[in-house]
């Protein structure tokens, strides 16, 4: 089973970039769909971008469509979140999660599919 843990977040100014990433160990990292969510403060884990085992899908969130990008390296085990134009609401906890996917198209957007979650970045956008 894979272990994710999630790097990247901090402070920004809104209209800021952060990149977050989460590097997977013990497992064939190729064989998972990987997804980002965020949780903030009083509310339920949100799906915010996720992407095929073979990164040649991807989908998002409406909310940070054509601002954030999802894409992953399966030589170096790692996934990013590179986030663009950030807003205040765009704080929250980030975590990365993966499920064993065979195919390399699908991807998977709620937080049920997934079994191995990291343990989150938080990311804070000051206005």
């Known amino acids: 089973q894979v272990q994710l843990v999630e790097s990247g977040g901090g402070l920004v100014q809104a209209g800021g970039s952060l990149r977050l990433s989460c590097a997977a160990s013990g497992g064939t990292f190729s064989n998972y769909a990987m997804g980002w969510f965020r949780q903030a403060p009083g509310k339920d884990r949100e799906f915010v971008a996720a992407i095929s085992s073979s990164g040649s899908t991807t989908a998002y969130a409406d909310s940070v469509k054509g601002r954030f990008t999802v894409s992953r390296d399966n030589i170096k085990n790692t996934l990013y979140l590179q986030m663009n134009s950030l807003k205040p609401e765009d704080s929250a906890d980030y975590y990365c999660?993966?499920?064993?996917?065979?195919?390399?198209?699908?991807?998977?957007?709620?937080?049920?599919?997934?079994?191995?979650w990291g343990q989150g970045t938080q990311v804070t956008v000051s206005s």
């Open positions: 999660a993966a499920k064993r996917a065979f195919g390399g198209s699908n991807y998977y957007t709620r937080t049920y599919h997934y079994v191995v």
